[in-house]
């Protein structure tokens, strides 16, 4: 795609999805929606389309992107199952969970999708429409968060119009993110090795429990850059942004959690899954507002709460 473009908003329903399939099958981009964040999809076996997400977001070449599949089958086609892998799939899939795995040399996957590497980042995802948009395709899709890289991720249509409205071809408007913060990824090796490359909205525990059960193991690092979100300045609200505030200082827009109060707050009632679904929101709404910096209360460091407080720190580099 080059220049502007009109980009329509589209409802999630039967007519909607019908012409998001019919703009994806193209080669056109289309910001649709996830159970974690909206996405900016291109079919990934076409690399003029992959090429077109990365001028949209302005990305850097060498960030991966997740490629969205509608089915178990579909994403063996694409990588290399070891046993621990189908295991994690079985259990967590459809949902918020990545899986990096090596790459097979006949998949029929754009070059750039990987950027080199010789592993691929797949997801199934939960959100009924777009389980229903990657199965009336038929294809696998390329889906970063649909916003300017490095920026918050957009949890609805609004966010995505912000960055994108101009440059991609229609975003498909399902309502605010479920869960609302990116997806788990695990890197499995074919050694039998699990590294974390991203913590998300599953409990480490829960998968730390499922990988003990199946093979007596489950150490879980942190590695190089080869799957998104996992650069040091990420997320950014393009703001200050002050981390473990308990106070408001003098022009800071201030986002607590279980208090009730401030100008955003992520749970009244202390919850961090709700705080998950809503922590992109208000830095959006901070993003916008008219105090030139921002303030985020201490979050707990526990469950998903260290995703939470990745992206956090990330925004605050």
Partial sequence: MSGKVTTERMAADDAGIRQAVRLLQAGRLVGLPTETVYGLAARADDERAVQGIYRAKGRPGFNPLIVHVAGLKEAERLAAFSDRASELAQTFWPGPLTLVLPRRKEANIAPSVTAGLPTIALRMPAHPVMRCVLEQSGLPLAAPSANTSGLVSPTCAEHVLRFLDGRIDAVLDAGPSEQGLESTIIAVRPDGSVEE?????????????????????????????????????????????????????????????GTGGGDCDLSPAGSLTEAGARLYACLHTAALSEKPRIAVAPLPEEGIGRALNDRLRRAAR
């Fill in 197 to 257: 490359l991203r913590p998300g909205p599953i409990d480490p525990a829960a998968f730390k429990e499922k990988l003990r059960r199946a093979t007596g193991a489950g150490s879980v690092s942190t590695t190089f850059v080869e799957a998104p979100g996992q650069l040091a300045s990420h997320y950014a609200p393009g703001k200050p942004l002050r981390l473990n505030a308990h106070a408001r200082r003098e022009g800071e827009f201030f986002i607590t959690f």
